[in-house]
Nanobody, 124 residues
Framework: QVQLVESGGGLVQAGGSLRLSCAAS????????MGWFRQAPGKERELIAS????????YYADSVKGRFTISRDNAKNTVYLQVNSLKPDDTAVYYC?????????????????WGQGTQVTVSS
């Protein structure tokens, strides 16, 4: 049974940082493209960062480029999202997702497994 468990969210002031983690079980993470999505109230879920199953290629949404960094530790079956210079517009529920051998920039429909999400709230 595949499980993705996110952690690391919280309340932070604008300009602050967080490190989100996604611990995966029941799968061999090196075979999966891992993505971070977020969904703000009243908005659609959007892909903000992903890292390919080969471990090399990454994708970032324009809104987070230069501020967020995705990385993975296959030995720990964990993917991370370092989020810096946070803005109130970054407030959302952040979800981790996994897709077996999908392209690194695939859309949400390609991901088979999802975590429950972790709330990030940025105060101004």
């Amino acid at each position: 049974q595949v499980q993705l468990v996110e952690s690391g969210g919280g309340l932070v002031q604008a300009g602050g940082s967080l490190r989100l983690s996604c611990a995966a079980s029941g799968l061999i993470s090196s075979s999966y493209t891992m993505g971070w999505f977020r969904q703000a109230p009243g908005k659609e879920r959007e892909l903000i960062a992903s890292i390919g199953w080969g471990g090399g290629r990454t994708y970032y949404a324009d809104s987070v480029k230069g501020r967020f960094t995705i990385s993975r530790d296959n030995a720990k079956n964990t993917v991370y999202l370092q989020v810096n210079s946070l803005k109130p517009d970054d407030t959302a529920v952040y979800y981790c997702a996994a897709g077996l051998f999908i392209k690194y920039d695939s859309s949400s429909q390609a991901y088979a497994y999802w975590g429950q999400g972790t709330q990030v709230t940025v105060s101004s």
